[in-house]
């Protein structure tokens, strides 16, 4: 495996669910992402975690639950979803580096639907 | 007003033709410009990569900053029915704690055969 990898591809759910999105990375990068993707709007980051740390949560309600338990996987957990949490949402990577650089790999992504 | 505007098509063009995409933005502490390329129900794919002003050319594909207009272009000559896809730009400041990237709402392509 190569890149940034996701499963599943494609997940239906109901309200009353709990289910998990899982991400890895295979590029040796030290920080991962959550971004939500829905149609005719820009890519809404979710979460980031530099070094296994949380350092960034944009007011993403409680019913998303990140998890990263080293620098290579990246989990969310969803419970309670709505409809309009319907999306398709992104993993990405980055190799943090003092000085800069800040290109993002992102995996296929996960298709979500809430019933 | 939104930090970056992009312009979200359909842009529609014959195959060979030169292609124009671009994003205007507002924040002058932008310094490291981003194209992404996603095809449909596959996650973004880094395109080209530029920081602070000038033009860089990879293949069919030129990126162009002109932070004093602030206005990012991305050129592809001699269009094929492969670039069909939605065009993103991102961009992202100095510093900071995180590595937080702004993306435009992207440009769909469409290049007719």
């Known amino acids: 495996e190569t890149g940034v990898t996701q499963t599943p591809r494609h997940l239906v759910m109901g309200m009353t669910n709990k289910k998990s999105l899982k991400c890895e990375q295979h590029?040796?990068?030290?920080?991962m992402y959550w971004y939500k993707q829905s149609a005719k709007k820009p890519l809404e980051l979710m979460f980031v975690?530099?070094?296994?740390?949380?350092?960034e949560n944009n007011s993403v309600p409680s019913r998303f639950s990140p998890e990263c338990p080293n620098s290579s996987h990246l989990f969310l957990h969803l419970h309670t979803l709505q409809p309009e949490d319907s999306a398709l949402y992104l993993c990405?990577?980055?190799?943090?580096?003092?000085?800069?650089?800040?290109?993002?790999?992102f995996g296929p992504g996960t298709r979500l639907t809430v019933t | 007003q939104k930090e970056v505007e992009q312009d979200p098509g359909p842009l529609s063009v014959p195959e060979g033709a030169i292609v124009s995409l671009n994003c205007t933005y507002s924040?002058?502490?932008?310094?490291?410009f981003m194209w992404y390329r996603q095809y449909s129900r596959k996650g973004p794919e880094l395109l080209m990569y530029t920081y602070s002003s000038g033009n860089k050319e990879d293949g069919r594909f030129t990126a162009q900053v002109d932070k004093s207009s602030k206005y990012i272009s991305l050129f592809i000559r001699d269009s094929q029915p492969s670039d069909s896809a939605t065009y993103l730009c991102?961009?992202?400041?100095?510093?900071?704690?995180?590595?937080?990237?702004?993306f435009g709402t992207g440009t769909l392509l469409a290049v007719q055969p």
């Open positions: 924040n002058s502490a932008f310094q490291y």
């Open positions: 590029l040796g990068h030290n920080a």
């Open positions: 991102a961009m992202s400041a100095i510093g900071g704690a995180t590595n937080k990237l702004i």
């Open positions: 990405a990577s980055s190799l943090e580096l003092a000085g800069g650089r800040y290109e993002q790999y």
């Open positions: 975690y530099n070094f296994k740390e949380q350092t």
